[in-house]
């Protein structure tokens, strides 16, 4: 059966809709993710002999008019249409899937995405377009539902789905078991080469243009605000092989020389430090020279930190979040102010940038944490930094506990969770510090961070030094002037 993958328009007016992001919205640095996990549910569907189509049309700049259009001259065939979704646009993602229906009534349309796995039956009772919903990770979900419609084999036999009878009863099957060995899904850089255009996304911190994949699935840390291990992936970091990972690098150096950089979008890549010692090391012996960055936990010590850099690795990210240890214990991030402290020397003695995430508006926090942290990003001075509000999203811990304790207004509907400009709004009130003044921290903050003369500095330092780094700097830089993201 053949099957069209879209990843549907959202806020086109404003920008390029990131809905892979960990936290969707339209980024004011710019940063368009590739669509990974519809990707490589592709891919592995192409593997199994299901020709498929794909839709982004986020990096295509498509309105709703304009993805319907495109979808009745290339997809007029396929029988499964695979809709991503998020929390901020689901009501949007919803009226697609009507759409959809009205063009193609035959066709069976299944929902997948981090809001939907949260709630399978409130998204289906609210979009009767929608046959199903497809639970956590979904690759062989897709590809086994496909054939299943091409057989005939009935619904009930296909785990992960929840999904509605003929009778408009709601049923959840079982769960699927998660991919234990993921170095049988192709590469997703093969699918992106020939399906997507690599120009058309931008991953702020690398160099232009990058690709994106993933080594491993699912983190062993328990941070009650991480979306991704607690809707779809799980807490077990299940990892490709050292030889496929290096294998993927060698591809894409061979095959995509307009590449300039590979992003590992694990959501902790070092959790392992001697699986990535491993990688490094085969890197470094294949003399497989591609620039490289990854998310990297404040655990990671200097000598990994060195073999990284050595290995091709030009920056890391952590999820610093607080430099408050009483913030830190609360949302169980597992680190510390004096770990950040540590970290941050160990990657300036090894060579490596560093771009920072910080989080506002966590259990507890006030305005003094607030002014605690920002002291530390400055002190810091790292190359590149970002502040967010702390933003739950449906199925973490930190959405119930935003809802036990009030701190969601009921009247919030999920398109709340953005402004209107498609930029991150925070929802969350937490006692002497309201939502709109932990948003008024983070735009602040940026414009503080940002605009000092120390880190200006630094920046023409770190350019003369290495000058396609600075333009990728300068580019940041104008994109975030461009949207607004300094005004407060």
Not at 374 to 387: G, V
Request: aromatic fraction near 10%; charged fraction near 25%.
């Amino acid at each position: 059966m053949k099957i069209c993958f879209l990843n549907p328009p959202y806020k086109t007016r404003y920008g390029k809709f990131s809905r892979e992001s960990r936290s969707p919205s339209v980024s004011s640095g710019g940063a368009l993710y590739y669509p990974l996990w519809l990707i490589y549910a592709a891919a592995l569907a192409e593997q199994s002999g299901h020709p498929t189509v794909f839709l982004d049309a986020c990096a295509e700049g498509l309105g709703a008019e304009e993805t319907l259009q495109y979808l009745k001259s290339r997809a007029s065939s396929c029988g499964l249409f695979v809709i991503d979704t998020s929390t901020p646009s689901i009501e949007n993602d919803l009226k697609c899937a009507g759409k959809i229906r009205c063009f193609f009534p035959s066709a069976f349309i299944l929902l997948v995405g981090p809001h939907v796995s949260a709630l399978p039956e409130e998204t289906l009772k609210k979009c009767p377009a929608a046959n199903a919903v497809a639970r956590q990770e979904y690759d062989e979900t897709v590809s086994d539902l496909s054939s299943s419609l091409e057989t005939g084999k009935p619904l009930s036999d296909v785990p992960g789905i929840t999904w509605r009878d003929r009778s408009g009863t709601i049923v959840s099957n079982p769960p699927r078991e998660y991919i234990n060995d993921p170095d049988r899904i192709p590469f997703a850089s093969e699918y992106i080469r020939r399906h997507l255009k690599t120009e058309q996304y931008l991953f702020p911190a690398a160099l232009f243009p990058s690709v994106q994949i993933f080594t491993g699935r699912g983190c062993p840390y328990r941070c009650t605000f991480c979306v991704y291990p607690q809707t779809m992936f799980g807490h077990t970091y299940r990892t490709r092989s050292d030889e496929n990972v290096a294998a993927e690098f060698a591809w894409i150096k061979k095959n995509m020389p307009e590449v300039k950089e590979i992003v590992i979008e694990d959501d902790t890549f070092t959790a392992d430090t001697e699986r990535v010692k491993r990688i490094c090391s085969l890197l470094i012996r294949r003399n497989i020279r591609m620039r490289w960055l990854c998310n990297a936990r404040v655990t990671l010590d200097y000598e990994t930190m060195r073999l990284m850099k050595k290995a091709g690795c030009h920056l890391i990210i952590p999820g610093v979040e607080s430099c408050d240890d009483g913030i830190l214990k609360r949302i169980r991030k597992g680190t510390s102010a004096e770990q950040i402290e540590q970290y941050m020397k160990n990657a300036k003695k090894a060579g490596l940038k560093v771009h920072a995430c910080y989080m506002a508006g966590n259990p507890g926090e006030t305005e003094e944490t607030l002014k605690k942290t920002l002291r530390a990003a400055i002190r810091f001075n790292t190359d590149s930094a970002q502040f967010y509000p702390m933003t739950p999203y449906p199925g973490t811990e930190i959405y119930d506990w935003a809802v036990k304790n009030g701190a969601l207004k009921k009247e919030l509907s999920y398109r709340d969770w953005l402004n209107q400009d498609g930029s991150l709004n925070a929802v969350v009130s937490l006692p002497g510090l309201s939502a709109s003044e932990i948003e008024r921290f983070c735009a602040a903050a940026r414009k503080k961070y940002y605009l000092r003369p120390r880190y200006l500095l630094s920046r023409i330092g770190s350019g003369i030094r290495d000058p396609r780094d600075f333009l990728r700097a300068v580019r940041l830089f104008f994109n975030m002037l461009k949207s607004g993201g300094f005004c407060g």
